[in-house]
């Protein structure tokens, strides 16, 4: 009995752990069968595109890898969806998904995107001012510079038209609504100006009504105490402007050359000053002076001072030089351009010509010199050189015949002073000759 139940007990002692083991190698198996499942099941999702279930799945399952792919696709879709809503033209909504994407692929530089595309489409709609001021927040996106641009553009035009057109309440707040922009605030404060103008009861009429005006036909000529002013009978909003400043001994001109000009078959369409003499004696006076009556005529008569033209003979040229710049700095006027008529040994009286800052104030106007001349004259006149320097526009128009009166009659019947105010063709004829200047021109002496 003894050695029987050694026996037993020697088979119970192997059995025993014998089943154990078969038993912990079932479970094992179906451990291994319920992970399989699940991760089968996990999969099954991701497949199909349930990747938020998918990733939890595979974050339980401990499968971190899988999880990340999972997470990759989810940002991809939301990815894809923000790029739907900026088609559809949903464009916050699009700006706010991408930054929610954080640094996935392009999401920080779609953002901004977004911003251009509503401003793009603000344009269109003719929302131009909201327009604007997202195109300012994203000033480095590509386009949006030159949109921006354009957006300005549109404002200045219609400020401008209005303005031009004397609808000067509209014209003050489309200047106001466009901020500050090229000549802007100054255009907006001569609206202001002349809208106080207008309301005033103390504002000094032109004075030229006490006498009675020429009917020219095509204009009126009337008397005043500077000289002439012609008003065109259909002055409107393109309707130029011209001063004349006569030299010391060109008396005569106002009366006799610029007159014949305005009972010419076709004058200009320009509202004009005609000086009776000038030199350059006090000229920031006189400047000052001519200018605010070409103004009031300019009011009286729904006319707004714009493309000016300074015409200047002999001494006169330095006032129309010197009135470009006045006018610029004191009223920002920018004066289309400046016409001089033989000054010839003029130009060496460098103490009435203009300063190296007045030189830097018709820069910035955008002011055209045509300097005409009998030749001979040019970069070897300090003053002429001095205002190339500066960066002007300058242009020496030699003239083959004439004389000084001869000079300035030629610029009235080949269209000169027309083409100065816009309203013509460039005189090109074998009397003319030009000379565009610059910084290494050699006329006179090259040429």
């Keep these: 009995m003894k050695k029987k139940g050694i026996r037993a007990l020697v088979l119970v002692l192997i059995l025993v752990p014998l089943l154990l083991l078969c038993g912990y190698a079932g479970w094992q198996s179906r451990q291994a069968r319920l992970l399989q499942n699940a991760v089968d099941a996990a999969e099954a999702l991701y497949t199909a595109g349930d990747y938020a279930a998918a990733r939890e799945a595979f974050?339980?399952?401990?499968?971190?890898?899988?999880?990340?792919?999972?997470e990759g696709q989810l940002l991809r879709?939301?990815?894809?969806?923000?790029?739907?809503?900026?088609?559809?033209?949903?464009?916050?909504?699009?700006?706010?998904?991408?930054?929610?994407?954080?640094?996935?692929?392009?999401?920080?530089?779609?953002?901004?995107?977004?911003?251009?595309?509503?401003?793009?489409?603000?344009?269109?709609?003719?929302?131009?001012?909201?327009?604007?001021?997202?195109?300012?927040?994203?000033?480095?996106?590509?386009?949006?510079?030159?949109?921006?641009?354009?957006?300005?553009?549109?404002?200045?035009?219609?400020?401008?038209?209005?303005?031009?057109?004397?609808?000067?309440?509209?014209?003050?707040?489309?200047?106001?609504?466009?901020?500050?922009?090229?000549?802007?605030?100054?255009?907006?404060?001569?609206?202001?100006?002349?809208?106080?103008a207008m309301a005033s009861e103390s504002a000094e009429p032109v004075r030229y009504s006490e006498y009675a005006g020429q009917d020219l036909g095509t204009g009126t000529l009337y008397?005043?105490?500077?000289?002439?002013?012609?008003?065109?009978?259909?002055?409107?909003?393109?309707?130029?402007?011209?001063?004349?400043?006569?030299?010391?001994?060109?008396?005569?001109?106002?009366?006799?050359?610029?007159?014949?000009?305005l009972y010419a078959p076709d004058p200009p369409n320009a509202l004009m000053l005609l000086c009776y003499a000038n030199g350059y004696g006090d000229m920031a006076e006189k400047v000052e002076d001519s200018y605010r009556a070409l103004e009031q005529a300019a009011l009286e008569n729904g006319v707004f001072l714009h493309d000016l033209v300074l015409c200047g003979a002999s001494m006169g040229a330095y006032t129309a030089c010197?009135?470009?710049?006045?006018?610029?700095?004191?009223?920002?006027?920018?004066?289309?351009?400046?016409?001089?008529?033989?000054?010839?040994?003029?130009?060496?009286?460098?103490?009435?010509?203009?300063?190296?800052?007045?030189?830097?104030?018709?820069?910035?106007?955008g002011t055209s010199?045509?300097?005409?001349?009998?030749?001979?004259?040019?970069?070897?006149?300090?003053?002429?050189?001095?205002?190339?320097?500066?960066?002007?526009?300058?242009?020496?128009v030699e003239c083959a015949a004439g004389g000084h009166y001869g000079l300035i009659y030629d610029a009235m019947e080949y269209g000169m002073i027309d083409w100065a105010l816009g309203q013509g063709p460039r005189p090109d004829n074998s009397n003319y000759t030009y000379h565009p200047l610059d910084r290494q021109s050699t006329y006179p002496y090259g040429g």
């Excluded at 010839?344 to 830097?360: N, S, Y």
């Excluded at 010199?369 to 020496?396: K, P, Q, S």
Aim: aromatic share 8%; glycine share 8%; net charge negative.
């Design 322 to 365: 010197q009135g470009a710049a006045l006018l610029y700095e004191r009223y920002g006027i920018c004066a289309r351009a400046v016409l001089t008529f033989d000054a010839g040994m003029h130009w060496e009286v460098e103490d009435h010509t203009l300063t190296p800052a007045q030189c830097d104030s018709t820069a910035k106007a």
């Design 77 to 196: 879709l939301r990815y894809e969806a923000a790029e739907a809503q900026l088609e559809a033209g949903d464009y916050a909504g699009a700006k706010d998904a991408f930054l929610a994407l954080g640094d996935y692929r392009d999401a920080a530089a779609r953002a901004p995107e977004c911003d251009l595309r509503r401003a793009e489409a603000c344009v269109q709609s003719d929302r131009i001012t909201e327009a604007i001021a997202l195109l300012e927040a994203i000033p480095d996106v590509p386009g949006a510079a030159a949109l921006l641009t354009q957006c300005r553009d549109t404002l200045y035009a219609r400020a401008l038209e209005a303005t031009y057109a004397c609808r000067m309440e509209e014209a003050v707040r489309r200047w106001d609504e466009l901020g500050s922009y090229r000549d802007s605030e100054s255009l907006r404060q001569r609206c202001l100006s002349r809208i106080a």
């Design 223 to 261: 008397y005043h105490r500077l000289g002439l002013i012609y008003v065109p009978k259909d002055a409107g909003p393109e309707t130029g402007c011209m001063i004349f400043y006569p030299g010391g001994y060109d008396e005569a001109l106002a009366n006799g050359y610029l007159n014949d000009y």
């Design 369 to 396: 010199f045509l300097l005409l001349e009998g030749g001979g004259i040019g970069m070897n006149r300090r003053a002429i050189a001095l205002m190339v320097a500066h960066g002007n526009d300058v242009t020496v």
């Design 59 to 70: 974050l339980t399952l401990g499968l971190d890898g899988r999880a990340q792919d999972c």
